[in-house]
T-cell receptor, first 109, second 114 residues
Framework: GNSVTQMEGPVTLSEEAFLTINCTYT??????LFWYVQYPGEGLQLLLK?????DKGSNKGFEATYRKETTSFHLEKGSVQVSDSAVYFC????????FGAGTRLTVKP | KAGVTQTPRYLIKTRGQQVTLSCSPI?????VSWYQQTPGQGLQFLFE???????NKGNFPGRFSGRQFSNSRSEMNVSTLELGDSALYLC?????????????FGEGSRLTVL
């Protein structure tokens, strides 16, 4: 079946550090891939997406590239801020959307 | 444009009771999905409705049910509540089923079962 495996946290970084959160997927066909973010007490918000191989999604300094050969969609940001502290979810959608377990990121000043 | 609205935001029930949660999607969105979020299991897909028809269903017991109305509003019901049903229930809407369409989430209904 379709599933997503993402790096488990928690991840703690200092402000301005480089961030990578790994995500790999298993799917039949060619799913669309997503990263969602959940801030405390809120629902999920779309961070970025990619719909086909080699597509790069980007938003707010975050980037992820759809790698079909490695079935991966790793999230990266060059310089994190305290305001980036949240839980990040990788997801795929051939039909219904399936989410990874989530990675909690804490950024310290 | 109003976002996805879920009611109630918080509720407390006791074991054996039933609960109904409501979701109003973004205007024009015809697909509504429901998820259960718990610390131990993460985000688990419950079901998805499109044009009043259930299109997909996750791996939950029959105590969990849902429906969608002609105005795209959706409700989910959990009967004979168990302690393990305590969770944040998230509703999400999208224009259509599947494909590259993103889901827009509400803030959730937090259910506590005592």
């Amino acid at each position: 079946g379709n599933s997503v495996t993402q790096m488990e946290g928690p991840v703690t970084l200092s402000e301005e550090a480089f961030l990578t959160i790994n995500c790999t997927y298993t799917a039949t066909g060619y799913p669309s891939l997503f990263w969602y973010v959940q801030y405390p007490g809120e629902g999920l918000q779309l961070l970025l997406k990619a719909t086909k191989a080699d597509d790069k999604g980007s938003n707010k300094g975050f980037e992820a590239t759809y790698r079909k050969e490695t079935t991966s969609f790793h999230l990266e940001k060059g310089s994190v801020q305290v305001s980036d502290s949240a839980v990040y979810f990788c997801a795929l959608r051939p039909d219904d959307m399936r989410f990874g377990a989530g990675t909690r990121l804490t950024v310290k000043p | 444009k109003a976002g996805v609205t879920q009611t109630p935001r918080y509720l407390i029930k006791t074991r054996g009771q039933q609960v109904t949660l409501s979701c109003s999607p973004i205007s024009g969105h015809r697909s509504v999905s429901w998820y259960q979020q718990t610390p131990g299991q993460g985000l688990q897909f419950l079901f998805e409705y499109f044009s009043e028809t259930q299109r997909n269903k996750g791996n939950f017991p029959g105590r969990f049910s849902g429906r969608q109305f002609s105005n795209s509003r959706s409700e989910m019901n959990v009967s004979t509540l168990e302690l393990g049903d305590s969770a944040l229930y998230l509703c999400a809407s999208s224009l259509a089923v599947g494909g590259a369409g993103e889901l827009f989430f509400g803030e959730g209904s937090r259910l506590t079962v005592l």
